[in-house]
């Protein structure tokens, strides 16, 4: 929404209630597991990093959005941008978030340093790297959740849910790392039916599926539209 759209596109404002509430299920999950008060925390300031590791076909954010040259910006700039929004969540979204995951924590330490109400939050695909136990631990917050986004139970479903080839040795790896630490997390499947899900928690030895809830595919197709990525899917 253009309306949404602050700092000349660099940033945007999300506000979960505005078109009637309930879509994202963001502020309900850090009421529950964090215990604040979900009034405070309807509204996000959204940071779009660029690159990602998959190529999702309903994928809402176009090639130039992912690959083009980025803005780049210090931890003082975005701490600052932020803090003139108002709002409680620092929300970093991708493409591939946690391709940055290693800087996550000294933003993290800023946020609250300036906004002791600040809630981080961001996304793990389990695919950008084999995380470390020093990296994991570090962005463990009581002010922070993460979402673990799962796209497919199997390479099969993985390459047709995002173009892309299923690691499983690195999914498991960072599973075991991230079952093993403090951090609060929740699962989103996206594009899996109940029976894929099943067999994903299965294959995968899924412990904690606490708030933890399946996405429908919506068809953007935003990917397709742009002539470089169909060059260079080829």
């Not at 803005?71 to 493409?95: A, D, P, Q, R, W």
């Not at 002010?143 to 690195?170: F, P, Q, R, W």
């Not at 609060?184 to 996206?190: C, L, P, S």
């Amino acid at each position: 929404n253009p309306e949404d759209v602050i700092e000349d596109g660099l940033y945007r404002l999300c506000d979960v209630y505005k078109a009637g509430g309930g879509y994202d299920k963001l502020p309900n999950i850090i009421s529950k597991r964090l215990g604040f008060n979900i009034d405070e925390y309807r509204k996000q300031f959204v940071v779009q990093l660029q690159g990602c590791v998959m190529r999702c076909p309903y994928c809402y954010v176009t090639p130039d959005g992912i690959n083009s040259t980025p803005v780049l910006k210090s931890t003082e700039e975005l701490v600052n941008s932020y803090l003139k929004t108002g709002v409680n969540i620092f929300h970093l979204m991708g493409g591939s978030p946690a391709l940055y995951i290693r800087e996550w924590s000294s933003l993290i330490d800023k946020l609250l340093s300036v906004k002791s109400s600040t809630v981080f939050h961001s996304d793990l695909l389990l695919q950008e790297s084999y995380y470390d136990k020093e990296t994991v631990d570090s962005i463990s917050n009581p002010h922070a959740v993460y979402a673990i986004s799962i796209k497919g139970c199997d390479n099969a479903s993985y390459i047709k849910n995002t173009n892309t080839s299923l690691n499983e040795e690195m999914m498991l790896h960072n599973l075991n790392i991230i079952e093993n630490s403090s951090l609060a997390y929740y699962f989103t499947f996206t594009g899996m039916d109940e029976s894929q899900i099943k067999r994903f928690c299965k294959d995968f030895k899924l412990r904690n599926l606490e708030n933890s809830f399946k996405i429908d595919l919506v068809m953007y197709d935003a990917l397709k539209t742009n002539d470089v990525f169909n060059r260079n899917s080829k």
